[in-house]
Nanobody
């Protein structure tokens, strides 16, 4: 079972940047689809970005439309780490961000993930 620990959240002004980090335990990290989801009170947890193995040393990155061009997901398999670089942040990006790991299913579907971090708060002020 993979265990995940997020870090890097905080308070930032609109237009600013933050980088979230997710450290994973386990020896098969490279085979996992890793993703970031976010959730605000009263709403469902929503997909933000994912990185999925696509063969050889290649990974496919996917983003929800609202963050394309602003957020970048990356992974370092040697360090069992996945990052989410968030630029040009907007107040509507305010949420608790969760890291997730899964081996099967659709990357955008939260039911595809069987390991979750504890979440890290991101607050963007206007």
């Amino acid at each position: 079972q993979v265990q995940l620990v997020e870090s890097g959240g905080g308070l930032v002004q609109a237009g600013g940047s933050l980088r979230l980090s997710c450290a994973a335990s386990g020896r098969t990290f490279s085979a996992y689809t890793m993703a970031w989801f976010r959730q605000v009170p009263g709403k469902e947890r929503e997909f933000v970005a994912s990185t999925t193995w696509s063969g050889g040393n290649s990974y496919y990155a996917d983003y929800t439309d609202s963050v394309k061009g602003r957020f970048t997901i990356s992974r370092d398999n040697a360090k069992n780490t996945v990052l989410l670089q968030m630029n040009s942040l907007k107040p509507e990006d305010t949420a608790v961000y969760y890291c997730a790991a899964g081996r099967r299913g659709t990357p955008r579907d939260l039911r595809s993930y069987d390991a979750w971090g504890q979440g890290t708060q991101v607050t963007v002020s206007s």
